[in-house]
């Protein structure tokens, strides 16, 4: 669930949130790499990624109807506490915290909603692209030819090819960081594109679930048919995040497996990999990335009661409330794999490495 370099961020706007929409695919969304057996290809994972969709749009709707119901629910309080260090109020009056908190949730709502406004995608997916493997960045040497947004190779004024090392903005990515190298997409998609990173296509290997990137256009003079101005995010979901975790792979395996005092990591679904993916595409630099982003459980914890701050722009301490409330709040819908069978709050039992985040019965 890392950030790889990227040159730029994605600017976030405030949305209104609108009703959720019926039969949003992840095709909808996302420009999705669909070779079936290589190269980031997602065709054998597509049933997959639209379970993780509908599991990501079910809990972020009663997440925030939730915040919502903050005055009147001390369990929402208690979580928002929790997770982001907003001082309970006891419902006397909601805080701006968490209509901001609120407002973070909505953005990523609607992008996995396909939202559209006066009748336009807000989110296109040409701009927002998603692989499942890394295997389709392919290493080139700062030296060897640099090529533009539309997979030309881009020559001086006197018609000599120009080199990665060569080009402004790619320099200024080799420099940030010296282990970084680049790493060319348009070899097997249409993203025409450099990862500035010192794994690559390598990022996969071992057990990281994910990654997002974000690319901005690089046109030679004259090119046409893009828009030099508009960044492209790249989402990498890995196989481990499919295979190789033990989390649940839905919302019903996971509240099913709940029980007095059973630990709330164990019970957060797989689909939190591509939720939390999307707060990095929407948000862009407003989010930790790289050593500065937490992600296991006590971390985010101690991140929100030691530095809320920092805790409001971490991706996983979202991830974690929204799991906490969909099974706190969510309802039985048959056999879906978003059914909740029964509801659970949790809370903090133990201290220091024998602190466990616990399921308890809900308020009354």
Sequence with gaps: MATLSFILSLIA?????????????IYDIFDVERNAANNGGCGARMATLDVWLSDSLESLDVALTAIDNYRQNVGVRRALSTFFG????????????????????????????????NGNFF????????????????????????????????????????T??????????????ARASPWWAGDFTNLNGYYFDEQGGNFCQGNHLGATAHIKPLLTDGATGTD???????????????????????????????????????????????LHEVFHVVGGDYYLSGPAEKYPLLD????????????????????????????????????????IGGNWDFSVTGSGSNRVYGATAPPP
């Excluded at 006397?92 to 709502?109: E, F, G, M, S, W």
């Excluded at 701009?127 to 392919?138: A, I, K």
């Design 164 to 177: 990665i090392e060569n080009i402004p903005s790619y320099r200024a990515a080799l420099v940030k960081d």
């Design 300 to 339: 985010a914890l101690d991140l929100a009661s030691r530095r809320s701050g920092l805790a409001r722009r971490n991706p996983e301490n979202y991830v974690f409330f929204v799991a906490h409330m969909y099974h706190m709040l969510g309802q039985p819908d048959g056999n879906e794999p978003w059914s």
């Design 228 to 274: 030099p101005n508009r960044q492209h995010a790249s989402v990498i979901i890995c196989p481990h995040a499919f295979v190789g975790s033990t989390q649940p792979d839905n919302y019903r395996d996971a509240n099913n497996l709940i029980a007095q005092g059973t630990n709330f990591a164990l019970v957060v679904p797989k689909s939190a990999t591509l």
């Design 86 to 117: 907003i001082r309970n109020t006891g419902g006397r009056a909601t805080p701006k915290a968490v209509n901001d908190i609120k407002d973070n949730l909505a953005h990523v709502y609607e992008f996995l909603n396909h939202h559209q406004e």
């Design 123 to 162: 989110y296109d997916s040409t701009y927002n692209h998603l692989h499942c493997d890394s295997t389709f960045l392919v290493p080139r040497a700062p030296n060897s030819p640099a090529f533009d947004f539309n997979g030309q190779v881009i020559v001086d004024q006197n018609g000599n090819q120009v």
């Design 13 to 25: 706007c405030l949305l209104t949130l609108l009703p959720l929409t019926v039969g949003v695919e």
